[in-house]
């Protein structure tokens, strides 16, 4: 369940906090791939989570305080199994702490192999409404601002025409000899999100981020994802 988030200065309610790990679950339930991952609030739990999961694994601290995971060391890659997740987690706690920020708990999950990392999502236009954004990820989204736009609900044929239009949509038909991405599994994330039925309708007023998606050959899941109620 959502817990609250940092209170504001009124006595009106706290805007809601969803963790990494809801979001990704109401993705799983929507058909998007998520990496398979299980949650726990202490080293010692981050090692039994591990167990049950194939390496290499990835660690994150989530929380209220933390939107940007990596900036705050809130994210470590290529853990080997059950204790060197344990030992990232304590490091990473302490870490944490003396920046002043206490996390709720950990997300422990499979490292999705390398690809082609994306950024998807839904963000609200005062004028228009929901709006469906894909882009590449990376210095493609923040240098480049290599990003395309749709109305909600994006048809299929919108959802080929916006991935077309990227810059970058070389890197995703098979660049210097790498293979191609799995173009009809990325058209069907882009309609479980923004197409007719898709996401966006269960999201109220909020704004929701995939950031990275990342797409090979064999499919397309989501590592990250945000949702940022209305
Ligand atoms: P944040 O964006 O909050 O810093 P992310 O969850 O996006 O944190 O993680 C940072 C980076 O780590 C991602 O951009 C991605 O490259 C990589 N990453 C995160 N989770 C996974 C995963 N499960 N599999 C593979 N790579 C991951
Ligand atoms: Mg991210």
Redesign the pocket.
Known sequence: APVGGPSGTSREPAPAHFA?HEVKALLREWGVAV?R?ATATSPAEVAAAARGLAPPL?L?AHGPG??????AG??R?GLSGPAEAESAAAEMLAGLLSQGIAPDGFLV????PPGV?LIIGVVRDPGFGPVLLAGL??VWTEVMRDTALCLCPASEADARRMLASLRGAPLLHGHRGRPAVDSEALVGLLLAIGGSEGLWERLDLGEFEL??V?ATEEGV?A??ARYLPG
């Open positions: 990494e990496p991952g990835v994150k933390l939107v940007h995971k990596s900036d809130a994210v890659l999950e499979e490292q999705a990392e990820g990376g950031n990275p990342i899941v590592v990250d």
